[in-house]
């Protein structure tokens, strides 16, 4: 598997499972195996459950990979207060 081929699965899956927050799909650049996913605009009660979702992804899509799956989830507030840009739901 690329990393393109993993970015577009795990676009696919969180987009299904989260289809009214924003989520966005980078490469960290200090280590370009590593995929920082960010999720913006999460109910605060749903923070940990996201989190743990995108790391089941890395687990099961990355266990036996070089890749690593990176999860930064941000709450509703926290949105609100510093990327209020991505308060709408989209995906980039």
């Avoid at 799909?25 to 109910?43: A, M, N, Q, Y």
Wanted: glycine letters at 2%; hydrophobic letters at 40%.
């Amino acid at each position: 598997m690329t990393i393109e081929e993993l970015k577009s699965h795990v676009r696919s899956v969180l987009s299904a499972s989260f289809p009214f927050v924003t989520i966005q799909i980078e490469r960290v650049e200090d280590d370009p195996l590593d995929l920082g996913v960010s999720v913006f605009g999460v109910e605060k009660n749903a923070v940990k459950w996201v989190k743990n979702k995108i790391l089941d992804l890395d687990e099961e899509l990355c266990s036996n990979t070089e890749f690593v799956i990176t999860p930064l989830v941000r709450d509703r507030e926290t949105t609100r207060k510093y990327y209020p840009q991505f308060l709408s739901p989209w995906t980039a």
